[in-house]
């Protein structure tokens, strides 16, 4: 019998060892790593961590690459380490939704853009997407959101450990005076008297759930129970907030502290006898959830050889790379496209058909648009399945994933995809303007309609409106390169607000206004100085040239002149683009300005 006891004992421990690894391989560092107290998930792991633990969750849906979810990550890490204690009630995760491991999960949660935070219940159905968290401006506030949800849900968590499982509703009289009597009852009771409207209370009680041989309950100062408690204890109702310790076989007392906070208290009862730090302290390994079917990256790409990069280029491949990304993740995080949203993707799409010949990509991407704009041209609506069943069969569906060249960058968080959207969308911009592309309007609609419905960084897609209100589209200026000078102006723009005031930017590649002067000595030139006061400044007022900006927006975007190097050899550009590859590469992009101009 003892045999047979220790044999389903071992059973037991080796199930819950496959299960803890099954969630708990670690190796994926980006915003968050091994000394941050979050539990990574992914695509193997969330649903069935969700419905097998015993704990509420709070889970962040981010993009590695996403500007604000980078400066809200230290929010969400001061966050995770203040309430790491709380464990056994609630444990914190996040989901990296940039990464295609997760997509499915992160659509089926109706994440459309990031950082959005969301709480679960303990006891989890897969249908439901969780409770979103609206304030996420600081861990202060959103500890305030997240507590009436855990006091709702508290009651209906299945508590197994051999603790007093946490109440954070008020305590009554009567439940005072029969604990008190209790044969079996804990070393150190606590009463925490307050307002009704505090918080402090509620989060020592989570503070210390899972600390021993003592059990915090709340009383709220304004009731009548509240009222007879503190006459019984003689509580001074002027001074709250209050903590009451009794101990076993000692007189209630007052714990006095240096400051009235919910960390001085806690301090203060950890170090009572046989009680010590909470056990729940969160200690999780991490799962990989990076997608390595092209091999492991190097900084953002998996490009292995960042040496022969040509920096004053623009490749191919990024710009194949930001197009997979965008159909296969952005526009696929939704369960359906009706509406505005199709009414986007079918202008950007026109948009690229209509560059006919001077399409900024391969014969056999250009084939594929324009299969998809007369897939599309006809419906109404079209759900994620249909959408993806579409791609997947699609001929000439760009491949290319993390393909990063002249977007690549040895932080594996920078750059990426946020550089390969801004190449396109110029590669688009140029083309529309060699095409002459009667509706001066299109490529202007394309691009605002797509960042506006599908650009995940929510942050991001608001300063963009905000930009595009002080950046107005002139169309009527010149109608042929309106679209080519307006996307320029624009992304000097957000340059000028990002540079030295982001944690997106790339100290190897800073966000300067371009072209530069190494770039395009022509395209600026001093500014005319009338007056002596002003004299010494003239050498910093620079004036861009709008002709020679003209002129290298078309030299370095322009279908010919992209690099198609490092795509796989039955992958190179086809037809004009790879005609003129090896004579663009014996001049430099000045050369080449100067004679378009003699």
Wanted: glycine share 4%; net charge negative.
């Amino acid at each position: 019998m003892s045999e047979l006891l220790i044999l389903k004992s071992c059973i037991v421990l080796l199930i819950s060892f496959i299960l803890t690894f099954h969630s708990a391989k670690c190796e994926k560092q980006d915003l968050y790593g091994n000394s941050d107290d979050v539990c990574i998930l992914d695509g193997t792991n969330l649903k069935h961590t969700l419905l097998n633990q015993s704990s509420m969750w709070l889970v962040e849906y981010y993009s590695s690459w996403c500007g604000t979810c980078h400066e809200f990550a230290p929010i969400y890490k001061k966050l995770a380490q203040d309430i790491s204690e709380w464990s056994y009630v609630l444990n914190v995760g996040v989901v990296d939704c940039s990464e295609k491991v997760n997509l499915e999960n992160c659509r089926n949660m109706s994440i459309t853009s990031t950082p959005t935070l969301r709480l679960y219940p303990s006891v989890w159905n897969t249908s439901d997407i969780g409770k979103s968290v609206e304030k996420i401006v600081s861990a202060q506030k959103i500890r305030e959101e997240i507590l009436p949800f855990v006091d709702e849900e508290l009651p209906k968590l299945k508590w197994t450990h051999d603790l007093p499982a946490p109440i954070l509703k008020p305590i009554t009289y009567k439940e005072v005076m029969e604990y008190m009597e209790a044969n079996d009852r804990v070393l150190h009771f606590v009463l925490i008297f307050e307002e009704p409207d505090s918080y402090m209370g509620k989060e020592m009680i989570l503070d210390m759930s899972s600390c021993s041989n003592i059990l915090l309950r709340r009383v709220d100062v304004t009731s009548a129970d509240g009222l007879v408690i503190a006459e019984k204890f003689s509580i001074d109702m002027r001074a709250v907030p209050q903590v009451m310790l009794s101990t076993i076989s000692q007189q209630p007392r007052v714990v006095d502290v240096n400051m009235k906070t919910r960390y001085f208290y806690v301090y203060q009862l950890e170090l009572l006898p046989e009680v010590g730090k909470p056990k729940a302290k969160l200690n999780w390994q991490f799962s990989n959830n990076v997608d390595t079917s092209q091999g492991p990256l190097n900084g953002n790409s998996n490009i292995k050889d960042h040496m022969s990069i040509n920096w004053e280029r623009s490749y191919l491949a990024d710009i194949e790379s930001a197009m997979n990304y965008m159909f296969t993740v952005e526009v696929s995080a939704n369960k359906k496209l009706d509406g505005k949203k199709l009414e986007a993707v079918k202008k950007l799409v026109e948009a690229f058909v209509q560059t006919k010949d001077h399409f900024p990509g391969r014969s056999s991407t250009r084939r594929f648009m324009e299969g998809l704009n007369g897939w599309l041209a006809d419906r109404s609506s079209i759900h994620y399945d249909v959408w993806s069943a579409y791609l997947q069969s699609a001929k000439g569906f760009p491949k290319a994933n993390h393909m990063w060249v002249g977007c690549s960058s040895d932080q594996p968080t920078l750059r990426g995809y946020p550089c390969g959207l801004w190449t396109m969308f110029h590669a688009l911009s140029v083309a529309c303007s060699n095409a002459k592309v009667k509706d001066s309007h299109l490529f202007y609609d394309a691009m605002t309609g797509y960042i506006l419905n599908f650009f995940s960084c929510l942050e991001c897609r608001k300063n963009f409106g905000k930009e595009i209100q002080e950046i107005e589209f002139d169309s009527e200026a010149d109608d042929q390169h309106a679209s080519m000078l307006w996307l320029w102006r624009l992304h000097n723009s957000v340059n000028k607000r990002l540079h030295n005031h982001s944690t997106t930017e790339d100290q190897s590649h800073p966000k300067l206004q371009f072209p530069t002067e190494e770039d395009c000595s022509h395209c600026q030139h001093p500014a005319v100085v009338a007056s002596k006061k002003f004299n010494k400044l003239k050498d910093h007022l620079r004036i861009w040239d709008e002709q020679y900006v003209v002129e290298y927006l078309k030299q370095r975007y322009s279908v010919q002149n992209l690099l198609n190097d490092y795509l796989d050899d039955d992958e190179k550009m086809e037809s004009h683009a790879a005609l003129n590859k090896n004579n663009i590469r014996q001049h430099s992009m000045e050369r080449l300005l100067l004679e378009n101009r003699s």
